[in-house]
């Protein structure tokens, strides 16, 4: 296959006149030896990669996607924009890329026109077969990626030797889970583009990264995670988990699952806010192997009946700060005669005994077990006031 850059520079001296190649995003390919005249926008467009929003509007504007023969395009001095000619760029219809030269000092002619339109059909078969090339080695990726977080043995070394991920680095992995949830193929592309653009500005982290069905997730070489990068590139509102870094891509799925349970405790536990740390769960860490079924059965009856909800937030927090009844009253701001009132009736429909260490542990446990379960959500807590009422 002939090297697009080739193409270019032999075109270029042919016409003696520069040229720049975009693809069919208008992000630049390929350009030759910029000698002759040059505006800000070809001066920026080699030096970023590609084109300002603005000036792609003006451009879309003047008609280049939908142009099948070479055309002129004004200039735009409020963009610093010169006028060019542009040479689409399509292969069986299919438009793959523009073919661009500043038309001016001096303008282009008939016949040199001509000759870059002849050169088109090259480049557009050279451009169909370097995305095919492109999709071929993504789809490879995700294979590897995919293969890697089911524990595949060998997925890990063939994302190494194929250059994607340092040998003997470490692996984070974070995951980020749509607020709004479901598996709309709109909300996937959303993800899967907002991967892509923060893999450019990670790239030095060597990230890799797979949609699923219900999460993103995002691999990167070393121990730091980005989360809030996360949240920024992504398009849409997310819950992102992390996992503890592990010390080869081998053993990436390890991580992975610790993040998937961190962000799926997000998503049920509000206090954590927008993203958490797998080491940083605290008590939901060490219950993320537990049966969610396996509650104290007093608590479950108290589940099943949405009068008692009160008495459930009152037993959490109570248990969450140790039985200290004067701070259990404050967060709650109820008074103390009524906290002990609610303690009395959890002990009662929860046939439990407060006063015995291990019932307490029991309540406490399947509390949070209940939480991670969906079955119990509290209300937000009042404001904490120091008027306690007593």
């Known amino acids: ?26 992000r630049v390919v390929a350009y030759s030896e910029q000698d002759g005249p040059m505006d800000d926008v070809r001066r920026h467009s080699i030096l970023r990669r590609h084109t300002t929003p603005d000036v792609r509007d ?9 142009a099948t023969e070479p055309l002129r395009t004004p200039g735009a001095p409020e963009l610093g924009l010169l006028p060019r000619v542009c040479v689409p760029v399509r ?18 002619t008939e016949p040199e026109i001509a000759v870059a339109a002849e050169a088109a059909p090259t480049l557009a078969l050279t451009l169909f ?41 470490p692996v984070t992995v974070a995951v980020a889970k749509p607020v709004h949830g479901g598996a709309d193929e709109t909300l996937r592309l959303t993800l899967e583009r907002g991967l892509l653009a923060l893999r450019r500005r ?25 989360p809030e990068e996360m949240h920024a590139a992504l ?40 993203s958490a740390e797998w080491g940083r769960l605290g008590v939901y860490r060490m219950l993320s192997g537990v049966p969610h079924g396996n509650l104290h059965p007093g608590l479950a009856r108290l589940l099943d009946e949405a009068q008692h909800r009160p008495l459930l937030e009152t037993l959490e927090i109570y248990l969450d700060l140790a039985g200290n009844a004067q701070a259990v009253s404050r967060r709650l701001r109820l008074h103390r005669t009524s906290l002990y009132y609610r303690l009395r009736r959890v002990e009662e429909l929860a046939e439990t005994d407060l006063r015995d260490g291990e019932e307490r542990l029991s309540l406490h446990l399947s509390i949070k077990l209940a939480r991670l379960s969906g079955r119990y ?9 120091e008027n306690t009422g007593q």
């Open 1 to 26: 296959m002939v090297d697009l850059q080739r193409i270019v520079d032999d075109l270029a001296l042919r016409l003696e006149r520069p040229l720049l190649l975009e693809d069919g995003r208008q």
């Open 235 to 274: 398009g849409t509102p997310v819950l992102v988990g992390t996992g503890s870094p592990r010390p080869s891509l081998s053993l990436a799925a390890e991580s992975y699952e610790e993040a998937l349970h961190a962000a799926e405790v997000v998503a049920k536990v509000p206090e954590f806010g927008r």
């Open 377 to 385: 959500r509290p209300s937000p807590l009042p404001a904490e006031t």
């Open 91 to 108: 292969h069986d219809g299919l438009p793959l890329g523009f073919l661009w030269f500043i038309d001016a000092a001096p303008a282009m």
């Open 129 to 169: 077969h370097e995305s095919l090339a492109s999709e071929l080695a993504s789809r490879r990726e995700l294979e590897a990626v995919t293969g890697l977080l089911l524990r595949e043995p060998d997925a890990g070394r063939t994302l190494i030797e194929a250059g994607a991920f340092p040998h003997g680095t």
């Open 58 to 66: 003006f451009l879309r504007s003047t008609g280049i996607h939908e």
């Open 202 to 226: 990670l790239a030095r982290h060597h990230p890799l990264h797979l949609v699923r069905y219900d999460h993103a997730v995002l691999l990167t070489a070393g121990t730091r995670a980005f």
